[in-house]
């Protein structure tokens, strides 16, 4: 591969910037190589992996640090993609936007700056996984759960600011957020909400503080670096029950979303429930050979079979309740009650006390315990297995939940792909998360998956669906589809970009939103 260079920079240019990022954090954080580079390749690229190549990486290991980097690449022009631990898999991994930026990797900052037990909540910096956190919290004896992600690897900051969720009552990771420093491109050191108080006494608990509040607008973004990161934690409670209930037909995705959301708006289901569909649910017990081993999308009679075979619902709905044994049942009551309604609905449901360990990777999440289930689908299609994913936003309708489904079935099926997805349960809305999954050594398949997600974006558009979240590739094609009023969302979000990062050096084209200096790149891919 010949070397990759940031975006209108000679060789000559670029190796004065390296040296002087050496100076700073030392050369064995300053990565160039393509060995050293590897991991900054998108490893589940819809398309060819070198579309999104990074020109180098740099690893500082404080606040200073950056300052002094950010200093640089405003000197040279060059642009930096902030990333945490890097694991954002499926929607680029750690790789930029624009080819030729620099990779700023914040996983050497990965110290635990608090955690208040009384308070309920941690203070954390980027490089912090979900493992971490849980093992500090379980090592020091402190009465509190992490909410985990799919995948346990990944940073609170970087899922947090992803607006990433998981499947406890904390299962809304925005939501759970309070606090962050930032460092915007001038090098300036931003505190929010209570944070700016100086020597301040709530940043972890009060998430406005006084006038606009900005955190939100650090999520999805380029507009900062976040360097710290408050996060509220859910109390260990004494207790906590996990069920599941399967359901035979497909069109009982309507009852159970018409059932779950009322559950779901008076809080007798408080976390995020998901219902997954029965081809998911069982690619976690068995490979996709074992059922089928033709082209093209699993037949219909095939699917039947393997869900008899396994013991699956066509879909299967997993809750949690957490709390004292007496509330527990109550709720559960009500719950059994309600999906009673549906015939065949199959309800199984298990009390634990609080501090006990499931060992499925599913359970452990709802559990509080990180695992990484996100990767048991790799198998599922054989060969090196990757994924890609569409997630539209669904509102929390039976209607809109078979439209989705049916629609994105179809079309799967059109491209050669199995319906391999599911709804996570907000209470107005739901996540609907789509996997396209493939074999990246197989050419046809990765061609074909880049082209089905494109048409599912098309097909979303036109019924009036918007995704929460966009592999690189499709960055401003999804942003595109917020288009009212002429696009005036983007234009604000463009407005704002280049009054705070005028060399446009701060992930340029993240969400669609690419700095005047380098708006000529935009491209619907
Ligand atoms: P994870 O490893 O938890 O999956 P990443 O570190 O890959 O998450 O981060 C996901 C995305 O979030 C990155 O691609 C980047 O756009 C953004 N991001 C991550 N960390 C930061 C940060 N500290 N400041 C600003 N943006 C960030």
Known sequence: MPQTLPPNLSAAQFDRALAGWRAIVGD?????SDAGLAVYIDPFAPGEPHAFAASAAVLPASVDEIRAVLRIAN???????????????????????LTGSVVLDL??????????????????????????????????????????????????VGNTLERGFGYTDYGDHAAAQCGMEVMLANGDLLRTGMGGVEI??????YQPGYGPSFDAMFMQSNYGIVTKLGVWLMPAPPAYLLGEIQFRREADLEAIVEILRPLRLDATIRNHAVIEGGLRRAAGLSPRR????????MP????????DKLGVGRWNLHFALYGTPELIDARYALIERAFARVPDA?????????????????????AGIPAMTAFRMLDWRGGAGAHVDFAPICPATGRDAMRQYTMVKARAAEYGFDYYGGFTAGARHLHHIF????????ANQVEQAGALLRSLMSDARAAGYGEYRAHLAYMDFAAAQYSFNDGASLRFAETLKDALDPNGILAPGKQGIWPAAWRDRRGYT
Do not use: C
């Not at 642009?79 to 945490?84: Q, R």
């Not at 301040?200 to 608990?205: D, E, M, R």
């Open 28 to 32: 064995a954080h300053v990565l160039s």
């Open 75 to 97: 000197q040279y022009r060059i642009p930096l993609w902030t990333v945490s631990t890097g694991r954002n898999f499926a929607y680029g991994g750690a790789a930029p936007r």
């Open 107 to 156: 996983q050497r900052m990965n110290r635990i700056l608090e955690v208040n037990e009384t308070l309920a909540y941690a203070l954390v910096e980027p490089g912090v996984s979900y493992f971490d956190l849980y093992a500090h919290l379980r090592d020091k004896g402190y009465k509190l759960w992490v909410d985990p992600p799919a995948a346990g690897w990944g940073s609170v």
């Open 200 to 205: 301040g006494t709530a940043w972890q608990l």
């Open 290 to 297: 074992q059922w089928y081993d033709g082209t093209g999308a």
């Open 300 to 307: 219909e009679s095939a699917v039947q079979a393997m869900l």
């Open 346 to 366: 199959r309800l199984t449901a298990a009390r634990h006390a609080g501090d006990a360990q499931p060992t499925g990777g599913g359970d452990r999440n709802m």
């Open 435 to 442: 996997a396209a999954i493939f074999d990246r050594d197989d």
